[in-house]
């Protein structure tokens, strides 16, 4: 049904052309049907002949963005890295709270903490964050504390092993003699 001539658009095969080669006889004009006649108008093949009046106020315009699109990618990056600064404090939190370093946990949710605040908009200054800075790095210290006496206490609970004394015969300091027969082989 579609293969009959009604339906298939017979269109002209156009040749490739290498943007270094020049344009055939006609090739490169567009036709413009006037009543009276037809009116061939050079195509427009780069952005650089498309320019005119206005393209060069564009131009001018363009240049004068760039600083506004600088400052624009500089606050995106900032932005874009304090975001990074809290999902990674807090997952380097939980990995050394895993870890049994609870310290190093304490301050990086410390740090975690203090950016959920800015992001939010919550910490003015330093002294609205220090009880909890303070308290949570105490807890940390206090955790690690807990884990070091476990470990002291299990040390201390294995028996310690028996001096060992030597043997009745080798009690002086006696040198090793070794006797060594050599004999010339003969040639």
Same mark, same amino acid.
């Given at each position: 049904?579609?293969?009959?001539?009604?339906?298939?658009?017979?269109? #002209?095969?156009?040749?490739?052309r290498l943007p270094s080669q020049p344009w055939a006889s006609g090739e490169g004009e567009a036709a413009q049907v006037t009543q009276e006649r037809v009116v061939?108008?050079?195509?427009v093949s780069s952005a650089s002949e498309a320019r005119g009046a206005r393209?060069?106020?564009?131009?001018?315009?363009?240049?004068?963005?760039?600083?506004v699109a600088i400052f624009l990618m500089a606050v995106v990056l900032f932005y874009w890295l304090a975001f990074c600064l809290t999902i990674a404090a807090w997952l380097k939190a939980i990995g050394h709270l895993f870890g049994?370093?609870?310290? #190093?946990?304490?301050?990086?949710?410390?740090?975690g903490v203090f950016m959920l605040f800015w992001w939010f908009d919550k910490p003015h200054d330093w002294d609205t964050m220090m009880p909890g800075v303070i308290?949570?790095?105490?807890?940390?210290a206090l955790g690690t504390f807990v884990r070091w006496r476990k470990k002291?206490?299990?040390?201390?609970?294995?028996?310690?092993?028996?001096?060992?004394t030597p043997p009745a015969e080798a009690t002086g300091n006696i040198t090793p003699i070794i006797?060594?027969?050599?004999?010339?082989l003969p040639d």
């Open positions: 049904m579609y293969n009959e001539t009604r339906y298939v658009k017979k269109r #002209r095969a156009t040749p490739c061939l108008q050079p195509r393209g060069a106020a564009r131009q001018v315009a363009n240049r004068k963005m760039w600083p049994g370093n609870f310290i #190093r946990s304490a301050l990086w949710f410390n740090v308290f949570f790095t105490g807890l940390g002291q206490q299990a040390m201390q609970a294995i028996t310690t092993m028996p001096v060992w006797e060594v027969e050599y004999r010339r």
